[in-house]
């Protein structure tokens, strides 16, 4: 009982740390009136705290599982809204339909590209953490 009352803590002070950059990244670009959404900047700053070592990873890992784990559930609002613009959908569907796949397909490849040159870069022995 005890065990998972930790974790349970842990998990949360985590997810308040990283909502902590999400937080900071959001006044910085306010702040600097910067076209770059908080969110985006916050997990930069993040990113570069970790890459750094200022924060270790695993002062971040299980609360990050936790997020992407449930990330969906927050997709689910935006897709059921599709449905209040069926006109929309009837007249430009299509269109939306393409765009969509051309970009998933983009996306999948860009990152199978990055992945196969980290993986060649690590068989190299090129990666500096």
């Known amino acids: 009982m005890r065990s998972k009352l930790l974790l349970s803590v842990t998990i949360l002070l985590q997810i308040v740390l990283i909502s902590c950059f999400a937080m900071i990244g959001d006044v910085v670009s306010t702040g600097l009136q910067l076209p770059l959404p908080g969110n985006i900047i916050g997990l930069i700053l993040l990113y570069l705290a970790l890459k750094s070592r200022l924060l270790k990873v ?72």
């Open 58 to 129: 695993s002062c971040v890992e299980q609360g990050g599982r936790l997020l992407l784990l449930v990330m969906p559930l927050f997709f689910v609002p935006a897709l059921s809204g599709i449905m209040d613009y069926t006109v929309f959908m009837r007249q430009s569907g299509l269109q939306v339909l393409v765009i969509l796949i051309i970009s998933s397909l983009l996306t999948l490849t860009g990152s199978a590209f990055i992945v196969d040159r980290l993986a060649q870069r690590k068989e190299r022995g090129d990666v500096h953490e």
